[in-house]
């Protein structure tokens, strides 16, 4: 294995001055015939499992060549799904070992909405979910040094995995070891898409946040108020969901904030929804102002009701999803109404901080 990531490494530059004639040049035979057999005999693939396949480009000489490693039950190409693949940078400085991810239906899906940001997005969640060790995988982001669409796409879709600089290539042992254990981390991400096709765990993935929140919502309903004091109280816990390790939410206090509210939209208490089969009255929803997600920012709970704002459903909506001027009125009044609140529960946080933390 390091004989040929080292070939490729020191020869490929030299080749794509000349005509793309993948066929008839050496050096691209050696990788599209030669490499994924190295591959499969090296770590002994079941090739009826596994599918290995590099790629010089289509048409013309691609800035960074590429050899990947499919489960067939998940894809067999590169366009979508998830895969292994080792991604040599365009200046040829060194190759990523990476688990990462088909594009092609996020970019249809999003087109014109950023859709790096929601390929990063899946990997983050990804990030969160897979149990790997960043001892063996410290690659948290890989620069193919390429400005091309693919090099820029695969870069966003990078979930985890490791560099090697060819001055610094392993040997086979640790080359060999490296991917079995990526291999493992595979097998779990498939483990964790279930039965689910993977435009449909992508979607999954995108919508956890909004799933699990339906759920704590829905536990809101049931629970009896908490009683806090108006005083700084101490960071909770983390627990495992389904999106990984959380900051722990209390339905109870969520509760408490509601009930304070009298049910009430704080945008507009004449935003009346319907009356709730449990509670016996207008349904609404809890939200932080204050995101959990920053409670590692902070050295006092944000899990406190003077930070949970009861919202109507569309203004909770409207909050997450709305146009940033839309999104700038929201927190604005929510802010006016909550800054001594956070204050007295030593979270207190500036205006524009908050909105930063929206984007």
Not at 114 to 124: H, I, S, Y
Not at 164 to 191: G, H, M
Request: aromatic share 10%; net charge neutral; proline share 4%.
């Amino acid at each position: 294995m390091k004989s040929a990531l080292e070939r490729i490494i020191t020869e490929y530059n030299n080749q794509v001055i000349h005509f793309f004639r993948p066929t008839e040049n050496e050096l691209s035979r050696y990788f599209l015939n030669d490499v994924p057999e190295i591959l499969i005999n090296q770590v002994q693939l079941d090739e009826r499992k596994y599918k290995v396949q590099a790629s010089v480009g289509q048409g013309n000489w691609t800035e960074t060549p590429w050899v990947s490693i499919f489960d067939r039950e998940i894809t067999e190409s590169a366009m979508k799904g998830f895969y292994i693949v080792y991604l040599f940078r365009k200046d040829m400085k060194g190759v990523y070992l990476s688990l990462n991810q088909g594009t092609t239906y996020i970019k249809n899906k999003y087109k014109g909405r950023k859709p790096r940001t929601k390929m990063e997005e899946v990997a983050l969640k990804l990030k969160a979910i897979l149990d790997f060790s960043l001892d063996d995988f410290p690659a948290t982001s890989i620069d193919l040094a390429s400005y091309t669409d693919n090099s820029k796409n695969y870069m966003a879709a990078h979930i985890c995995g490791k560099y090697y600089p060819l001055e610094r290539l392993p040997e086979n042992e640790e080359l060999q070891n490296d991917l079995r254990k990526l291999i493992k981390v595979y097998q779990q991400l498939k483990a964790f898409m279930g039965l689910k096709n993977t435009d449909h765990f992508i979607d999954y993935l995108l919508n956890l946040e909004e799933i699990e929140d339906t759920q704590f919502q829905s536990d809101i309903q049931l629970v009896a108020p908490a009683d806090t004091p108006r005083v700084p109280q101490t960071v909770p816990q983390k627990e495992r969901t389904s999106e990984g390790m959380k900051w722990k939410r209390d339905a109870s206090i969520a509760k408490e904030a509601v009930q304070a509210a009298n049910y009430l939209c704080e945008i507009d208490p004449y935003h009346i929804t319907f009356v709730s089969a449990v509670t016996g009255k207008n349904f609404v929803e809890a939200h932080h102002l204050i995101p959990m997600s920053l409670q590692s920012n902070f050295c006092r709970s944000l899990d406190v009701p003077g930070n949970i704002v009861s919202l109507c459903p569309n203004c909770h909506r409207s909050i997450h999803h709305a146009n940033k001027a839309e999104k700038y009125l929201l927190i604005k009044k929510l802010y006016s109404l909550r800054k001594q609140a956070l204050i007295d529960f030593g979270i207190d946080v500036p205006l524009e901080d908050l909105f930063v933390a929206y984007k």
